[in-house]
């Protein structure tokens, strides 16, 4: 499955934005799809998980109250609403489908080794 991310961009702390992650070549209801952010000089972490049928989500706790995961499998697109934003939320944010064969558990969900397919970022700027 290809993934294409967008939707960041520069906003004020305390703002919002929506990062949207449509994926082509194969329907993404088959997958559980995550997102992760890596800032500069920092490693990639987790952020965010949804399992195919979108029952079950998972959140850092550093973003639990102000992310929200959500997706859409007719349009085939996986959303992230992200509210309350802080400086320390800049990023370039990923999102991702987990390999097929695993589950929405923990601590699956968590580790970027889960997942095969990567879209090509999006950058997420938070001004103080």
């Known amino acids: 499955v290809q993934l294409q991310a967008s939707g960041g961009g520069l906003v004020q702390a305390g703002g919002s934005l929506r990062l949207s992650c449509a994926a082509s070549g194969r329907t993404v209801s088959r997958y559980a799809m995550g997102w992760f952010r890596q800032a500069p000089g920092k490693e990639r972490e987790f952020v965010a998980h949804?399992?195919?049928?979108?029952?079950?989500?998972y959140y850092a706790d550093s973003v639990k109250g102000r992310f929200t995961i959500s997706r859409d499998n007719a349009k085939n697109t996986v959303y992230m609403q992200m509210n309350s934003l802080k400086p320390e939320d800049t990023a370039v944010y990923y999102c991702a489908a987990m390999k097929i064969t695993v589950s929405s558990i923990l601590p699956y969900v968590q580790n970027s080794y889960w997942y095969d397919s990567w879209g090509q970022g999006t950058q997420v700027t938070v001004s103080s």
């Open positions: 949804i399992s195919w049928s979108g029952d079950s989500t």
